[in-house]
T-cell receptor, first 115, second 109 residues
Framework: NAGVTQTPKFQVLKTGQSMTLQCAQD?????MSWYRQDPGMGLRLIHY???????DQGEVPNGYNVSRSTTEDFPLRLLSAAPSQTSVYFC??????????????FGPGTRLTVL | GENVEQHPSTLSVQEGDSAVIKCTYS??????FPWYKQELGKRPQLIID?????GEKKDQRIAVTLNKTAKHFSLHITETQPEDSAVYFC????????FGKGTMLLVSP
C-alpha cells in the first residue's frame, strides 16, 4: 500500500494564481481531511470529508474549495492564491468507526509558497 | 468548537531523564486523544492514543494519562533518548480533531 500520497511536494505561486493540491489514499478510508501547518500554530483543519460526495468546513476554510467524487481522492483547490496561504499542507485519512475519530494517517505534505 | 492548549512550547532534557507534555481541552464531547510526533521536514506520525473510557495507556517508554473531569491529558516519555527529539502534538476531538500548537522536545546526550 502506498498509504496517503500528495502531489506536488513543492509549489511556488504568484498572488492571484489558482492551483489544485492532489491527495489520494489506497486504504479505503472513508474520512479524509486537509490541514495547514504554520510555524507555532500546530495543524489547523481546512476542510474534511466523511465519505464520497460529502464535505464540510473546518477551522480555516476561506480561500479553499474541496470535492470528494471518489473514496480515494480528495483534492484541495486554491481559488486565488494569497501570501497568507504560504504554508505546508497535509492531507490525512482515517477509517470510519461508530465511536468517533480514529488514527489519522498523514501524507508527506506539500510546501506552498505564494509570492 | 474544541480548543486545545499545549504546554510547554519547548522542553529540553538530558538523555535518560523523563519528559512530560500536558494538554487541556474544552469540549466534553471529545472522546479521542492522540499524540503525534513530527520530525523536521516529515509528516506527523501517531505514537500513542487514548479514548475517553480509559484513564491511562502505556507503550514501552511512552504513556498517556487522561483526566476527563479536569479535561486534561498528558504524554510521559521515560528514559529519553536523542532520537526522541522532535515536535510533539496533542489533539482532541470526536468527529474531527483539533491539534495543540506543539512542543519541541530536545534531548541532549
Amino acid at each position: 500500500n502506498a498509504g496517503v500520497t500528495q502531489t506536488p511536494k513543492f509549489q511556488v505561486l504568484k498572488t492571484g494564481q489558482s492551483m489544485t493540491l492532489q491527495c489520494a489514499q489506497d486504504m479505503n478510508h472513508e474520512y479524509m481531511s486537509w490541514y495547514r501547518q504554520d510555524p507555532g500554530m500546530g495543524l489547523r483543519l481546512i476542510h474534511y470529508s466523511v465519505g464520497a460526495g460529502i464535505t464540510d468546513q473546518g477551522e480555516v476554510p476561506n480561500g479553499y474549495n474541496v470535492s470528494r467524487s471518489t473514496t480515494e481522492d480528495f483534492p484541495l483547490r486554491l481559488l486565488s492564491a494569497a501570501p497568507s496561504q504560504t504554508s505546508v499542507y497535509f492531507c490525512a485519512s482515517s477509517p470510519r468507526t461508530s465511536g468517533g475519530s480514529n488514527e489519522q494517517f498523514f501524507g508527506p505534505g506539500t510546501r506552498l509558497t505564494v509570492l | 468548537g474544541e480548543n486545545v492548549e499545549q504546554h510547554p512550547s519547548t522542553l529540553s532534557v538530558q538523555e535518560g531523564d523523563s519528559a512530560v507534555i500536558k494538554c487541556t481541552y474544552s469540549d466534553s464531547a471529545s472522546n479521542y486523544f492522540p499524540w503525534y510526533k513530527q520530525e523536521l521536514g516529515k509528516r506527523p506520525q501517531l505514537i500513542i492514543d487514548i479514548r475517553s473510557n480509559v484513564g491511562e495507556k502505556k507503550d514501552q517508554r511512552i504513556a498517556v494519562t487522561l483526566n476527563k473531569t479536569a479535561k486534561h491529558f498528558s504524554l510521559h516519555i521515560t528514559e529519553t533518548q536523542p532520537e526522541d527529539s522532535a515536535v510533539y502534538f496533542c489533539a482532541a476531538g470526536y468527529s474531527t480533531l483539533t491539534f495543540g500548537k506543539g512542543t519541541m522536545l530536545l534531548v541532549s546526550p
